[in-house]
């Protein structure tokens, strides 16, 4: 499996992004795709991440209801809105896949892409 994010810039306080992630391989569909982030001179964190399965999502606190992720199977493409946007936010973003939620959350992914930098200004 291949991960490519894009869509990462520049963006005022308060603004919007969307950042998306395009998979490539044919077992994709067996991971649970997500999107970390990593700060400067902070630790990646996890952000989110959606079943593939029944579409549940998960949220870190502090992007719930600025923040969402989603599908589409038949593009093989996982997308991360980002609304509201602070200077917090802030950061390299990551998206990844694992093997099932509970490890995602955590952190645990098997296949990762490369970063797309989000800039925030306030």
């Known amino acids: 499996v291949q991960l490519q994010a894009s869509g990462g810039g520049l963006v005022q306080a308060g603004g919007s992004l969307r950042l998306s992630c395009a998979a490539s391989?044919?077992?994709?569909?067996?991971?649970?795709p997500g999107w970390f982030r990593q700060a400067p001179g902070k630790e990646r964190e996890f952000v989110a991440a959606?079943?593939?399965?029944?579409?549940?999502?998960y949220y870190v606190d502090s992007v719930k209801g600025r923040f969402t992720i989603s599908r589409d199977r038949a593009k093989n493409t996982v997308y991360l809105q980002m609304n509201s946007l602070k200077p917090e936010d802030t950061a390299v973003y990551y998206c990844?896949?694992?093997?099932?939620?509970?490890?995602?959350?955590?952190?645990?992914?098997?296949?990762w892409g490369q970063g797309t930098l989000v800039t925030v200004s306030s």
């Open positions: 959606i079943s593939w399965i029944d579409d549940s999502t």
């Open positions: 990844a896949a694992g093997s099932s939620l509970r490890t995602v959350v955590r952190g645990i992914a098997d296949y």
């Open positions: 391989g044919r077992t994709f569909s067996r991971y649970v």
